[in-house]
């Protein structure tokens, strides 16, 4: 997981024609939000669950782009749902940034902290009526690690050679080093199939609480598995649908052509969830737009320049004008929403007067000139970019903003360019240093490379004690914020729409949104 | 030409000098207005009550009080804006209409004057390159060069050979008429006769052609600011404001159509004063 925890749905020229094309119709959406207040996704409405009805969900996704392997680069949300629907996982993310069981039911490491054993559930099957074994857990989790380079080595840190499944609902799964979260790095995405399924083009039996019932490249249509081990479902049928438009997703649920709008944008919500026909589901600090300095770069090797940088971003402008105040300021740290976030670190604000400072000190007091990258990949990237080099003229820098093609900024832009705007999409902050803040990482954009910084997450992560650890985690984060590559000014909210009637949508975080499996509808 | 058809001096002037002086006004308006437009879009910045570039309010506000036209994804104000951002189009566009009647118009001389084997080529250069669609081929050039480049080196590859083509078809037929034999018997040199004689009869056709240029030319830039290969953020432009503006569009819809309108009364405009150019003195409607 590089750099989304999901890659980007590259919002190509032909998605801003169809946009173009769809323009004529967007005014009148404008006339039809009132101003009823917003039903929130949690409001107990009516006490008990009903059962029955049909869901009808648009995902974020392209068919051009749709897969039927679980094990693979998981673009498209849309198909994320549906994996996550139709088969289990060993573990998912819990509400207090936990990690909480699934298909695994307990799991203990060994003293050093490098061999997990995951104990099994004994009651899970297939659809074909076989058992769910460990031997299939096994298989399942070496075939992703065999698609390493489609899914951004996903379980990279695992050596799963040299694991073993000791018995029927057993496995013992070595890591390369020790790695005391590696419960946390197997949620929602370790999907288990049938030991051998080579062949994902015809239905293959899942265990998980739907199956599928029939799928075309646009829409998926998976009814309730009632042999599931789990709670059992509300719903009898789950449709999935694929739409690559924030904006017409957004429209499908205002028109009430579906029930559910997944990840839509800011403005989006604005003018269409203040509506009474709406609920908005917030998922917090889900989006993040940094901007990323390399440090081996002039003029970001003078951490007086990284300081000023920092210190010209008005935070709460750039919060409210790209996510449109549904977001949170942060404190240049990357992952503000990881439980391991240092709580004693100084909320960093504006300060002109310093940055110019740093900056003449640095030897820029007549000014300096600098190109800004960015993109629009994912709405309000480019607003970000430009909004900040605003702010950055305040203090005597010219910032350049370059516009670059979407299908191309992930391979010529990110991790390679001096100035650029980043995306993460709430990755962890264990995730986010394995690939990218240690010395020897392999998409290290900051150009990060500190002994100690290395040393205190290996001694973070050979320790068993979780607030011992997340201690640890937390000191070395306090470097980055001193001398980072990074300007974090604020995170976004993952903005979901809902018809009114749909009750207990997940609003945690990353991949948890996917596993809808207890929604139900009120009607 | 019999003395019959002949009219006296006098009797002409009386029966025929107000549809002269109408045809002429008819044809002067549209052609004044497209050139006091293309002189006053570059000024539009002056008469902005904003600074263009800043923001100075909340996004997307919608049109009213201190803001007009409301305000766009950055809070900037959309009046100002809208009044700032026609000049790079417009710029490119001319740039472009002028080289593409240029080079289409002297292929088309040569062409048609010399005729045979020249024109032949000529001719199927032209429909080589009008094969090729305008809007992808300014798309596949933007790899390669600045965007701005692209789009003038994209309209003149496709707009010359429309020009050339009309140009080669009436120089031939010119070639024959009586005034353009004369000077050749004359002894006159070709360049002489084609700048004396030809050119002044192809003006008006010239004239109209190059309004249908520049509105070709318009429409690939405007196109491909709009995708993001024209001006970049924050420059105010009509084109790059519909793409900015797009995710608004329900919370502030005139943030949209304030840039949408103008490009459109532009391309207008221009169509309206080629047709009029092309309009023969005397011919009405």
Known sequence: MTQPSFPHAPASRRSVLTALAALAVLPLSACSSSDGSAASAESPASAAPADGGTLRY???????TASDDPHGGLGNESDI????????VLTLPGEDGGTRPRLATSWKPNETLDRWTFTLRKDARFTDGTRVRAADVL???RRIADKAAENYGRLADFDLDRSTAPDEHTVVLATRTPMADAPRALESVSFVVPEGTEDFSRAVPGSGPYKVEGTSSRTSVLTRNDDWWGKRPHLDRIEIQAVADPQARANAVTSGQADIAGSVS???VKSAGTSARTQVVRREGVTEYPFVMRLDTEPFDDPRVREAFRLAADRKALVDTVYLGYGRIANDLPTPYDPSTPKDLPQRTRDVEKARRLLAEAGHEDGLSVTLHTTTSYPGMDTAATLYAQQLADIGVEAEVKVEPADTYWTAVYAK???????????SFTDLTRVGLLSDSPTNETAWRSDTFDDGFDRAMATADDTERQALLAGIQKELWEDGGYVVWGTGDGLDLAAPGVRGLPDGPGFQRMFIDQVWLDR | MTP?????????TRRRTPPVAAGAVRRAVPVAAAVVLLVCVPLGRYAAPHPPERTVAAPWAPPGGEHLLGTDALGRDVLSRVLAGGTHLLTVSLLTAAAAVVCGTALGLTAGWTGGRTAHAVRALCDLLLAVPALVLALVLAVALPGTTAVVVAAVLSGAPLTARIVTAQCAHLRDSGHVLAAVERGERTSAVLVHEVMPALRRLVAADAGLRLVTALQIAAALAVLGLGPQPPTPDWALMLSENLPGAALNPMALL????PLAGC???IAAAARAAARTPGETG
């Open chain 2, 267 to 269: 391309a207008w405009m």
């Open chain 1, 417 to 427: 360019k001096a100035f650029y705007t980043g995306y993460y999409g709430g990755i």
């Open chain 1, 266 to 268: 800011p403005a989006a």
């Open chain 1, 81 to 88: 749902l549906r994996f996550a629907l139709v088969y289990d």
């Open chain 2, 258 to 261: 304030a840039p949408a309108i």
């Open chain 2, 4 to 12: 019959r058809t002949v009219p006296a001096p006098a009797e002409a």
């Open chain 1, 139 to 141: 298989y399942s989790l």
């Open chain 1, 58 to 64: 648009a995902a974020t996704g392209s068919p051009a």
